[in-house]
């Protein structure tokens, strides 16, 4: 799954891209949108199990009060 489509279904996830810009050191919204997740992992050297898991919460629709 792209990073436009995990936004697209999911538009909160779009919090967690943006946390990890720094640690890419780009925007991944911008420069990576059209990449899958796995690709974007690799290329800017990210955790893909750390990334998948922050993702999910956020996307998860059960979220503690």
Do not use: W
Not at 36 to 59: F, H, I, Q, R
Request: hydrophobic residues 40%; glycine residues 4%; proline residues 3%.
């Amino acid at each position: 799954m792209t990073v436009l489509e995990v936004i697209h279904r999911h538009r909160k996830t779009e919090t967690v891209f943006r946390k990890y810009d720094e640690q890419a050191g780009v925007c991944i919204c911008c420069q990576a949108l059209f990449e899958t997740l796995e690709e974007v992992a690799g290329k800017y050297n990210l955790s893909l199990e750390g990334l998948l898991l922050e993702l999910e919460a956020v996307a998860s629709p059960v979220h503690p009060v």
